[in-house]
Nanobody, 122 residues
Framework: QVQLVESGGGLVQAGGSLRLSCAASGKIFSINAMGWYRQAPGKQRELVAAITSGGSTNYADSVKGRFTISRDNAKNTVYLQMNSLKPEDTAVYYC????????????????WGQGTQVTVSS
């Protein structure tokens, strides 16, 4: 089994910053890519940013220039640095990973964290 544990959410004023972390643990053979999604009340879950094992990144247009995704492969951890936060960034942020497990079936992008709340006040 594979677990993803997120941390770093909270309440911040508009213009502020937060850093989210997501650590993967368990019976892992390899981590192919990791990413962050978010879901605001009444809206669909959307991709925020993703990063491959080689460091290639992609971002939602709404966060380009403000958010930075990075990863520490040695720690099986992905980070999301969020700067210049806006009230519309308020959402539950979920970590997602494309993990090849050691002893169970591979499901592409099948690992999810429990979510962490980010609230940006105006």
């Amino acid at each position: 089994q594979v677990q993803l544990v997120e941390s770093g959410g909270g309440l911040v004023q508009a213009g502020g910053s937060l850093r989210l972390s997501c650590a993967a643990s368990g019976k892992i053979f390899s981590i192919n890519a990791m990413g962050w999604y978010r879901q605001a009340p009444g809206k669909q879950r959307e991709l925020v940013a993703a990063i491959t094992s080689g460091g290639s990144t992609n971002y939602a247009d709404s966060v380009k220039g403000r958010f930075t995704i990075s990863r520490d492969n040695a720690k099986n951890t992905v980070y999301l640095q969020m700067n210049s936060l806006k009230p519309e960034d308020t959402a539950v942020y979920y970590c997602n990973a494309d993990i090849t497990p050691l002893y169970s079936d591979y499901v592409p992008w099948g690992s999810w964290g429990q979510g962490t709340q980010v609230t940006v006040s105006s």
